[in-house]
């Protein structure tokens, strides 16, 4: 089993760019992830609702 954790810091990376898209190509294939700092309508960047975003990028997750 694979279980990954990830303080996604609202989507924002080393470089200052807010990209939840590669977010979530660094956690595909896990069995189990778990997110920190997934917002809905506050911090930098867009979507703003990153929890939206993230169920359209990995359909194939159930997330709560």
Known sequence: MKLVTYNIQYAVGRDGCA???RIAEAVRG???????????????GEPPDHP?????LLPEYYWV
């Open 52 to 56: 939206a975003a993230l169920e359209a």
């Open 19 to 21: 990209d939840i898209t």
């Open 30 to 44: 896990a069995d189990v992830i778990a997110l920190q700092e997934v917002e809905r309508n506050y911090g930098p």
